[in-house]
């Protein structure tokens, strides 16, 4: 099984799906791209994913051209409300699905409240990727 997780600046919520879904079955082959991509992960995507125990401190942004050649058993796009707005993956896909979040990079208020919001789309993209998972991968 191999899964594309796909936004635009994969540096918050890509990165984040990916380290979950790896997580829930390691023999999964699981990357994130996006097609602006980022210099670098968002730092307080790091910190919230490692508060649940996930280090994403290795991982760095890609651009999605890098897999165009790769075949992908599922393409998933998550980016925001509307879903005209995600890239288009243009490669070899069997099944391309979108399950969208609020940009937590574009919250505001005080440290207290953006931290709170990172924690927030963290725990959605762990709730919704994990139903992903039990209900199109898990045996």
Do not use: W
């Not at 099984?1 to 984040?16: A, E, F, P, Y």
């Not at 207290?112 to 991968?137: C, G, K, L, M, S």
């Amino acid at each position: 099984m191999k899964v594309l997780i796909l936004c635009t600046g994969n540096s918050c919520r890509s990165q984040m799906a990916e380290g979950f879904l790896k997580s829930f079955d390691p023999e999964i082959e699981v990357f994130s791209a996006g097609t602006a991509p980022s210099d670098r992960l968002h730092p307080k995507a790091v910190e919230v994913m490692n508060e649940v125990g996930l280090d994403l401190s290795a991982h760095s942004p890609q651009k999605v051209d890098e897999f165009l050649a790769e075949a992908f058993d599922f393409v998933i796009t998550v980016c925001g409300h509307a879903q005209e707005n995600c890239p288009v993956f243009t490669g070899s896909v069997k099944q391309q699905l979108h399950i969208g979040f609020d940009d937590p990079a574009e919250a505001t208020g005080t440290e207290e409240d953006i931290y709170a919001e990172f924690r927030r789309i963290r725990d959605e993209i762990r709730e919704r990727f994990y139903t992903f998972y039990v209900e199109n991968i898990k045996s």
